[in-house]
């Protein structure tokens, strides 16, 4: 991968992007300018923009791939350079007339910046409580309000903001609005937010008085619009942040092999060994999972109003968990800010977004709760192989296709049942799909009789326990779809499903040959 | 001193030395929070470190975590002369333990040299050396990752005697630094860390510093033996830093729940939320109830507390850190903000997480705990208890023994009388009888694993961590006539044994959201 190439060896400590500058940005506070010169050579924005538009984006797995590269040396720079514009992205590229999106492509083409800004402190995750307000002008709307802790926000040329342009509460109340920074717009800065991780980021907020905009559509379509393109986001910026846990996996491995302990090495521990073959199929599970979600994207994208909140909810739940059991392993070694391991603590505190960032992980439960009695209803008691979710050429992405709500069609779970009908799955892979079909007909049967109108915020609690049943699920299911359709290599092995021993295996070699741990096992830099 | 005392004193300056602000400020720049600790200093506070017969273990932790609900750095920085102080009360002469308590209640700084850099946890590998000189010893090596290493006044180091090594081969020394000339004694730099920034972790050089042998604590070869009874006090005493820390974050997430608004609801009205918040408060006091027993078995049950250290160790810190990581996700970005509106959660959960890693880590207890599990699993089968042991520990009015170091023991012949009185004690809850019965077959047939414990090994030992804090609830109820309606032990249960109890949960949300007192205590109020 070129970008790998680009950015160097970690290691390296006379690598401008490698970890010692990485920690010095972040002991300052600063972006990496090293890594954002690396980014601008490469045009890391061609990423976010679609081909049709003059950019590469076509195939987001590979867009996850990209991005992996960069957030397992430095998430600040994952996000502060590349995520922000990507989400701004999505929401031009979905809500924009065909207009509106060359100008903004040409502009990220250029290099430039496009903030997004949705967030308000008051109101969180509830985006139909945003108040920033729009009003109409002469030739457009005037914005008035405050947006706040968006990333970038004083450093883009450009915004999309979330405004209100119906006082009355509901789903139509709100518009995407594009504002092209100029002097004298209004707009004035709120002080920079500082945080515990990422600590570079260029987090801020914006007064806005009488600033000029334009709509992204028709007016009262922002709320859906925006559900409807972040999907993408909520689904690849989790996949992206597995980068993190195979640097936490190599720096841990290379710690515990130097280190002695009680006589032996410390990799030689028998707990030691079962914790990193515990946590790489954590992250497999995260990649698998990722993969099942973001090809959907592009194959059903009429269901992933349910995938791009399971694939949130569940890989932010193994990456920050397989962190914490990393850090458990390195001991007093994971809390130093200084030496060999020191990226780790800070790859740690930059992780914790991953959990509230976007979109929190309460707030994917209860997306997904309602959902649940039509899925239920409609395919988890049926059987279907699907065709090109799990390997083969992804077809073109359509952000006009992605839809409010799954409607019950939920190919991932339904090809469960037809998964089992091949002869050719070994006899323990097989009883654990069994038990896993058994799970999910069981599940099927509650969940298809839950009473829609006790689905809202006020849920009772064992209802969201039946989400994080049903999301554990889809990662199981991901995992066993994803080892009968590779074709060779280690994945193709059934081993790693359930083998601690295999998984050790891998994972040294891996470590050895220094190749990436997530699916792609690609060499690194 | 009493915690209302203490209380009066902090809240006192709240706006100055112990301002929020001030510490935060602090740790941002890696800087010594002297204010703070400096006001401690003024009231005398080293006076709580001295144990002798008239002190109370659990005032003592009481007072460790009323300083930690206020800022974990501080308490951390500041307790670190009981740690160091410990091998003194524990194995010092007359004279030592007696001129070591006057400096410490004059607020003399002891740190604690036990770990070197590539040694870590194994104590057995360490290479600082103490040599035989004319009229006393000769220290050589390096000692690293010392908290208070460099404003530490007094050191109190293990020292290899024996080049041989081995467990009779290293010694336990009490160094006055004013008494050592500044080239044979060096601090090193300080090492920056992850939390506690402020706090003085850094370590120490020493090349041919010349001390007496009244400077050495206990007999030659019994540095091993004192360490690891001393380390039985401090890991007990080291929960009153994670209680600190659960007050701090559940005052925190209170505030938060009752003070949102979302979707048109205060959250605290939100079902869900609800859920979490009474998880969160009975883990707390799941937490706590091990800390409250553990605190008093110093005084009622000294000879099981090789088996008590290791189970407070290993249990306290890990509840409360999954505690921080439920309450994180509850507050979302305001968790992870540092400037306004964030709320001191983030330096706190930071702070926190040196809780599970020092005085011996989560995965170093349980190995410990580990070493006695078949004697263990043997007597939960006999069901042999010292009931008055027992009654002590968790009778909350009764009067404790005066500590009496003379019985610490290196392992527990009695076994664990909490955990083996769980037969008798949980008669009325079956789960917690048919958990016992698999829990002592499991622990009979363990076998210590040459070449090092499987992960499975640590999953029993965790069993039997859940084990005790079911006994320590359960004894804590109907030794101090809780009846009636209590909802802490139902949810406290439903933690323990995993159980959705969404009544309990919702009751103990309850609890918190009404809580005024400034800790959250299965004593109410009153704490």
């Known amino acids: 991968m070129r970008l790998e190439k680009l950015l160097g060896d970690l290691d390296d400590p006379a690598n401008p992007t490698g970890a010692a500058a990485i920690l010095a940005a972040d002991e300052r506070g600063e972006m990496l300018t090293a890594g954002e010169a690396v980014l601008d050579e490469y045009c890391l924005n061609a990423e976010f923009v679609p081909a049709a538009l003059g950019g590469r984006l076509d195939d987001l797995e590979r867009l996850v791939e990209v991005m ?12 502060g350079y590349g995520a922000s514009s990507l989400i701004s992205g999505v929401l031009l590229w979905t809500a924009g007339s065909p207009a509106q999106k060359e100008k903004a492509a040409k502009r990220l083409l250029s290099g430039e910046r496009i903030a997004v800004a949705v967030h308000e402190l008051a109101h969180g995750n509830d985006m139909a409580g945003m108040e920033l307000a729009a009003t109409p002008a002469a030739d457009g709307w005037l914005l008035n309000g405050r947006k706040e802790v968006v990333t970038n926000i004083q450093r883009a040329q450009a915004v999309v903001v979330f405004a209100r342009t119906d006082p009355k509460p509901g789903p139509r109340s709100h518009t995407l ?49 925006a559900l409807r393109a972040l999907q993408v986001t909520r689904t690849v910026l989790p996949a992206m942040a597995t980068g993190v846990l195979d640097t936490g996996l190599r720096l841990a491995i290379t710690h515990l092999s130097r280190r002695k302990l009680y006589g ?90 991953v959990g509230f960032g976007h979109i929190a992980r309460a707030a994917c439960q209860m997306s997904l709760l309602p959902q649940l009695p039509l899925l239920a209803r409609r395919s988890w008691r049926t059987e279907a192989e699907p065709t090109g979710l799990f390997r083969g ?73 039946l989400v994080t049943r049903y999301v554990g699920l889809l990662v199981r299911i991901s995992c066993l779809q994803l080892w009968r359709h590779s074709a060779d290599g280690f994945l193709a092995d059934p081993a790693w499903l359930s083998s601690p021993d295999a998984l050790l295996a891998e994972l040294l070699d891996r470590h050895r040959d220094h190749r990436y741990f997530g699916l792609s096992g690609r060499r690194l830099a | 001193m009493k915690v209302a005392e203490l209380e009066a004193l902090l809240s006192a300056h709240e706006h100055d030395a112990w301002s929020p602000e001030l510490l935060a400020a602090h740790d941002d720049h890696d800087r010594f929070p002297a204010e703070a600790v400096a006001v401690l200093d003024e009231a005398g506070f080293g006076r709580n470190y001295v144990l002798d017969r008239d002190s109370s273990f659990p005032e003592m932790t009481a007072l460790i975590r009323a300083v930690a609900r206020r800022d974990l750095t501080v308490a951390i920085a500041h307790g670190k002369t009981f740690l160091g102080s410990a091998p003194v009360w524990v194995a010092g002469t007359p004279a030592q333990v007696s001129a070591h308590a006057d400096r410490v209640r004059g607020g003399e700084i002891v740190c604690w040299g036990l770990t070197e850099r590539d040694h870590g946890a194994d104590l057995l590998a360490g290479e600082f050396t103490a040599s035989p000189v004319d009229g006393g010893w000769r220290l050589d090596g390096e000692k690293w990752l010392i908290n208070n290493a460099t404003r530490g006044g007094t050191a109190c180091v293990l020292a ?10 290293f010694s336990v020394f009490l160094v006055d630094r004013s008494r050592v000339p500044d080239e044979a004694w060096q601090p090193l730099p300080k090492v920056l860390t992850h939390g506690i920034r ?3 972790i850094s370590g120490f050089t020493a090349r041919g510093a010349v001390v007496g042998d009244d400077a ?86 000294p000879g099981e507390l090789s088996v008590v250290s290791a189970i407070a160790k290993a249990f306290v810190p890990t509840q409360v850190q999954r505690l921080l990581g439920s309450v994180a996700e509850l507050l979302g970005v305001r968790g992870f903000l540092t400037s306004a509106p964030g709320t001191g959660f983030a330096k706190l959960e930071r702070d926190h997480r040196i809780c599970g890693i020092f005085d011996g880590s989560t995965a170093v207890n349980r190995a410990a705990l580990l070493t006695q599990m078949p004697r263990l699993g043997r007597l939960l089968r006999s069901e042999r208890v010292d009931a008055e042991g027992v009654r002590a520990a968790a009778h909350l009015d009764a009067g404790l023994p005066a500590f009496d170091r003379n019985r610490l023991a290196l392992t527990s012949p009695t076994g664990c009388s909490l955990v083996q009185s769980l037969p008798r004690v949980a008669s009325q809850v079956p789960d917690v009888l048919s958990e016992v019965e698999d829990l002592a077959e499991a622990a009979a047939g363990f076998v210590p694993a040459i070449g090092g414990l499987p992960g499975t090994a640590f999953d029993l030992a965790a069993r039997y961590e859940r084990a005790y804090a079911i006994a320590c609830c359960l004894l804590l109820w109907s030794e101090n006539d809780q009846a009636g309606e209590q909802p802490w032990l139902r949810a406290c249960l439903a933690v ?32």
């Open chain 1, 264 to 353: 032996g090495k410390a990799i030689d521990l028998p707990h030691v060994r079962s914790v990193l073959a515990g946590v790489f199929a954590d992250l497999l599970k995260a990649e698998a999972i990722s993969a099942a979600g973001t090809r959907a994207l592009h194959v059903v994208p009429g269901s992933t109003a349910v995938y791009s909140s399971a694939v949130k909810f569940a890989v932010s739940k193994l990456v920050l968990d397989g962190m914490d059991r990393l850090s458990e392993l390195l001991g007093a070694h994971f809390y130093l800010r200084e030496g060999p391991v020191a990226l780790f603590q800070k790859l740690l505190r930059d992780l914790a977004p």
């Open chain 1, 177 to 225: 609005m594009f504002v092209e920074r100029a002097p004298g717009d209004g707009t004035a800065d709120l002080p920079r937010f500082a945080t515990s991780g990422m600590r570079g980021l260029q987090l801020g907020g914006l007064a806005y008085d009488d600033t000029p905009a334009v709509a992204l559509g028709p007016v009262g379509s922002g709320l859906e619009q």
């Open chain 2, 216 to 301: 050495r604590v206990g007999d030659v070869g019994d540095g091993i033996t004192v360490v690891l009874k001393a380390l039985q006090l401090t890991r007990i005493a080291c929960s009153g830093l994670s209680l600190g820390a659960a007050d701090h974050a559940l005052r925190i997430a209170r505030d938060f729940a009752v003070d949102r608004r979302l979707y048109g609801r205060v959250l605290a009205d939100v079902p869900h939320v609800r859920q979490i918040l009474g998880r969160v408060a009975a883990t707390a006091l799941t937490a706590e109830a091990v800390a409250l027993v553990a605190t008093r078995s110093v005084h009622a049950l």
């Open chain 1, 393 to 465: 050429d992804l077809p073109e992405l359509r952000f006009d296709r992605l839809a409010l709500h799954a409607a019950g069609q939920d190919p991932l779970a339904a090809s469960l049942a037809a998964a089992l009908q091949d002869n050719g799955i070994p006899r323990d892979v097989r009883a654990t799909a069994e038990a896993n079909l058994a799970d999910l007909t069981g599940l099927a049967e509650i969940c298809a009789r839950l009473p829609i109108a006790e689905l809202g915020v006020d849920a009772p609690s064992r209802y969201y326990d």
């Open chain 2, 198 to 200: 402020g706090a003085d």
């Open chain 1, 68 to 79: 992996r590269t960069v957030y397992r040396r430095d998430p600040v720079l994952g996000l």
């Open chain 2, 496 to 527: 323990l044994l995993d159980r959705d109890d969404e009544e309990a949960f919702d009751a103990m949300a309850a609890v918190l959201l009404d809580r005024k007192a400034p800790a959250f205590s299965i004593l109410g109020e009153a704490a």
């Open chain 2, 160 to 169: 290899r005697t024996d080049p041989r090594g081995g467990a009779r081969g």
